[in-house]
Structures are given as C-alpha cells and as structure tokens.
C-alpha cells in the first residue's frame, strides 16, 4: 500500500525497509564473529554476545539510515546537467552519515569502558574516528546511492519495455481490426458481382448458393468480432466457407487441397489469418489464368510452434 501511495505521488518506489537493513544486520554479524574468533581480547574471556553489542550497533545506525539516503538519492538525482544542483545536498548528507556513524561507534566503545575510549577525550575519540574512517563513510554512503539508482533505473527499463509491449500489442489489434474492415467490403463486393453473373447467366442454383454462402459467412464473421484469437478448427469452418463460394465461383478451376492434423485443431491462431491469404492466392494466382489452379493449406507443429503453410 506504501509503495502504491508513493506511486501516485510521483515517487519512485524502492525496495522495501527489510531489504535494505539485511545486508548492514548481516555486517554486523559477520564483524561481531571476526572479533571473537579472530581476535580474542588478553583481558578478559571471550563473549560473543559482548562482541555482538560492541560490533552491531553502528551497522543498525546504517540499516536505520540507509532508507533516507535513498530518499535523498532519489530527492537529488545525479546525471547530465543535474551534478552541480546536486553534489551539495549530497555531501552534506554523507558527512551527517558519518557523523551519525561514528557518534554510535564512540558511544558505544565509552559504554562498554574500551581501552582507548577510557583514555581519550570524548571530542579527541570522535575526530579520530571520523578522520580515520572518511573512506569507509565516503564508500558507505555512494555505495548506497549507486544501488539505489540501479535500482531505479532497472525499474524503469522494465515499465518502458512493459509500455512498449503493450502498445505493440495495441498497434496490432489495431491493423487486425483495420484488416477486417477492408476485407468484408472487398470480399462483399467481389461476392456480389459474382452472384449477378450467374443470376445473368440464368443459374439460379450456382446464385442461391452463393447467397447462402455469404449468409453463413457473415454470421461466422459477426461471431467472431472483437475475438483476437479463435481455434484453427474454427478459422478452417471460415475458411471454407469463403471456399466453397469461390469454389461456385470457379468451378472446375479451383482446386483446394489441406493437410490439417486433427491435435492441431485446438491451437489458437489470430482471427481472420488465413481468408486473406487464400483469397490473394486465388485473386492474383488463379483468377487471372484460364488454366485450373490448386491452393495447398498445410498445418504442422514445429517444436511449440504452429507452422501454417498456404500455397
């Protein structure tokens, strides 16, 4: 829900609270076992839980600052033209997390009466640190702000390619959509033509049937509106029903022969694929020859893949 309000607000959402505070919890765990395994103190037995409370507490300061260093790297992002309004709030930012840092350590070491807390000066313990530290705070703090624009930037590669994808897919709903509007006037009017022929001719049963024809036709086609993807089986029933129109239209000269495995009938295929390709075979490679002409339709599965052939 945090992370949706955010969204709406124009903030870029980041990784969640827990997230960030692991690795620095895991930091301390791993100092905390460096320092009792690996150097053991002279005065006094080895305890891991004294380890702990003396190695833990600055990595929690960092888990607890780390969400509002990327507030201020998302607050004041870096990049072309945005480095000098920048770096300044940044600075400031990275020396109040080292301050906090090393206050936490000092604290920490005075608590627990240390050996060079008990003969230091609170002030000289606290410079010392800070100026024998300022790589260490210096990484800790642009480490963060590179991760956090990582992770910005990966985000918005992902939305970018979830837009595209998505207009993509609109573009082609679109052309599908404008496919069918040009094809049932086209189909319609070449329809009409041929029915006026035969009724010219005086055949009456090759006109009736063609009527018949193209009632059936346009009831499969208003079924189908709106529909993106249909079974093979009924993109055939369509397809055959435009063919045995063409086929009164034709006679004898259109051949049509298919090869359609009965598993394949279910695979989904886009809406009107195949009629506009059967009908252009037919328009440009048979229609002009007075010679009898084939149109071969072959469907195959090819790995995961549906391979349909029209020749």
């Not at 990275?94 to 240390?114: F, P, R």
């Not at 991760?147 to 837009?163: F, G, I, N, T």
């Not at 090869?259 to 009107?272: G, H, K, M, S, T």
Request: aromatic letters at 8%; a positive charge; one cysteine or more.
């Amino acid at each position: 829900m945090a992370s949706e309000a955010r969204a709406r607000d124009g903030v870029e959402p980041g990784p969640p609270a827990w997230a960030m505070a692991t690795p620095w919890v895991v930091c301390g765990l791993i100092s905390a076992s460096q320092a009792y395994f690996l150097w053991p103190p002279a005065d006094r037995a080895p305890s891991f839980l004294y380890d702990l409370t003396w190695q833990l507490p600055p990595w929690l300061y960092l888990a607890a600052a780390a969400p509002l260093v990327a507030r201020m790297a998302r607050r004041f992002p870096l990049g072309q033209g945005r480095w000098g309004r920048s770096l300044g709030p940044h600075l400031l930012a990275n020396l109040a997390l080292a301050c906090g840092h090393v206050a936490v350590a000092v604290a920490t070491g005075y608590l627990l009466g240390e050996a060079f807390f008990r003969e230091n000066s609170l002030g000289f313990a606290f410079m010392r640190m800070l100026a024998k530290g300022v790589q260490t705070e210096l990484f800790i703090y642009w480490l963060i702000v590179a991760l956090v624009h990582a992770h910005d930037y990966q985000r918005k590669v992902r939305q970018a390619a979830l837009v595209s994808a998505r207009l993509e897919t609109a573009l082609a709903q679109a052309e599908l959509e404008a496919l069918k509007m040009q094809l049932h006037p086209h189909f319609l009017f070449n329809t009409l033509n041929a029915i006026g022929m035969l009724v010219r001719k005086q055949d009456t049963a090759g006109a009736l049937g063609m009527l018949s024809g193209v009632g059936e036709l346009l009831r499969l086609a208003l079924a189908g509106t709106g529909r993106q993807l249909v079974s093979l089986k009924q993109e055939l029933d369509f397809l055959g029903r435009y063919l045995a129109i063409e086929q009164i239209r034709f006679r004898d000269r259109l051949d049509v022969r298919m090869d359609i495995a009965p598993e394949l009938l279910a695979a989904q295929v886009p809406n009107l694929l195949l009629q506009p390709i059967v009908e252009n075979a037919i328009r440009h490679g048979i229609a002009p020859r007075a010679a009898a002409g084939r149109i071969e339709l072959q469907a195959r599965r090819v790995g995961a893949a549906l391979r349909v052939e029209v020749r």
